[in-house]
């Protein structure tokens, strides 16, 4: 069956880095547009970024365009979040999502807290 299992989480003061990363099994990955969303307290679950099955295109909410990059390795299954100059409104829980031809699949999510 489909996995997807989000690890990298953890708090951190603002202006540093994190790196999310999702490992993936159960479909046909490298086939397979990928994306990271996040949903804060009492918040809808909102686009972080997507990336295309090949990785040759990646798309980015405004507010984390230049600060995040999301990137995939098709031999290894994994697709990753880069996120740099972390700021206290990047709180939140960070889900992977793959997009495949049957619906859309969700990992349980990873939480990452922004604060000194």
């Known amino acids: 069956q489909v996995q997807l299992v989000e690890s990298g989480g953890g708090l951190v003061q603002p202006g540093r880095s994190l790196r999310l990363s999702c490992a993936a099994s159960?479909?046909?990955?490298?086939?397979?547009?990928m994306g990271w969303y996040r949903q804060a307290p009492g918040k809808e679950r909102d686009l972080v970024a997507t990336?295309?099955?090949?990785?040759?295109?990646?798309d980015y909410a405004d507010s984390v365009k230049g600060r995040f990059t999301i990137s995939r390795d098709n031999a290894e299954n994994m697709v990753y979040l880069q996120m740099n100059t972390l700021g206290p409104e990047d709180t939140a829980v960070y889900y992977c999502?793959?997009?495949?031809?049957?619906?859309?699949?969700w990992g349980q999510g990873t939480q990452v807290t922004v604060s000194s």
């Open positions: 159960g479909f046909p990955f490298s086939s397979s547009p």
């Open positions: 999502r793959a997009r495949l031809l049957r619906g859309d699949y």
């Open positions: 990336i295309s099955s090949a990785g040759g295109r990646t």
